[in-house]
């Protein structure tokens, strides 16, 4: 018989609600006993929804109540790394939601942690989670591509700006790169095989900003503050070239709002010597019989957020690694970080080094 975890949740904002707490409640392997969050209020409103009586308006008060043996983790960017360390230290084990951390030598101490402590720490990587970039993987893997030299990801949004923490630096540690460009990111970076960062080159722009256009649809904070974005010192829009040892490259854009046509979705494009693939539309494009030859994936669609959860316990359960690892994490905190110092230089930046310094 499988074990029953004890979960937590710290943070029952948006992602909690939508991704998090109704799939730790369905999960025959899970008893979700205890919420934390620093708006008590809302605590009580969602833990009471849930049926639970450990609600908590300090994190540190759940943790040390020894009630939980795995949280999650589910508040502004900033307070990530301090939360998935204290958990880990008193051997609670975290899926802390994306960006891992919002600075290299942070996410650095956090792998640190897990390593130290044996817990296990998976970062929140939704995308790597849908049947179709599982699918994807799976043709890499079995070396259709042959020789994988570049990478395009992409999301942009034409008026999708985040309403609250998001445009304040404070708490988010960055703008568009921080929130949705770490999905393309990571979904091109893991798609190519994991390459080793060399370099970046990069620009971050507050092309837009604050806008009133009207009758367009956005994510919300729980949080009342900043819900007009009143606070907007972070970018709306990023590009970059990122360059990986052995030559091979990534190139990056995404935006929060652009004067362009909106992506219906996350767009990754990987391409090598043999084969490449698309992940919107699904298709590996290749030669069949000295043909050029395109065909297309067919892959029911997932819920992602359902099977994360599901891989966590799954995880836990069985002792093995994540899909997305600490170190995989840290790994693309670098990369952001290594893109936001190029942009505030103004010119390819060599990547930030183990001792932390920048080249
Ligand atoms: N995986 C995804 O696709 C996805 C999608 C959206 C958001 N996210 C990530 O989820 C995180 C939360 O985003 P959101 O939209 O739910 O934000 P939110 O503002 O709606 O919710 C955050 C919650 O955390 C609480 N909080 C803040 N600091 C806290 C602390 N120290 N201790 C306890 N509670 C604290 C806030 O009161 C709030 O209720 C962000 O890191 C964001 O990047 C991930």
Redesign the pocket.
Known sequence: MSKQWRVGV???????KL?HLPFYRDHPDVDLVAV????LT?AHAVGEEYGMTRIYGD?LQMFDAKEVEAVSI????E??VP?AIAAMERGIHVLV??PLATRFADARRVEEVANRTGCLCMV?M?HRYRNEAQALHKVVRSGALGEIYYAKARILRRRGTPA??FTNRQKSGGGTLM?IGV?ALDLGWWLMGEPTLASASGILVKGIGRYDTKMVDR?K???AANQDNAIFDVEDFAAALVRFEGGSALQLEVSWALNGRQDDALQVEVFGSKGGISLSPLCVFGEQAGFLAESQLSVDGNSWYQDEIGHFIDCLQDGTSPLSTVQQGVQVVEMLETIQRSASVGFEVRKVDERGHRG
Do not use: Y
């Not at 710290?10 to 909690?16: D, Q």
């Not at 934390?36 to 708006?39: F, I, L, Y």
């Open positions: 710290v943070g029952v904002g948006s992602i909690a991704g934390a969050d620093v708006n809302r994190a589910c508040t502004d960017n307070s990530h939360l939601e994306k929140g939704t609250g923490w929130d999905h994510w904070s729980s949080d």
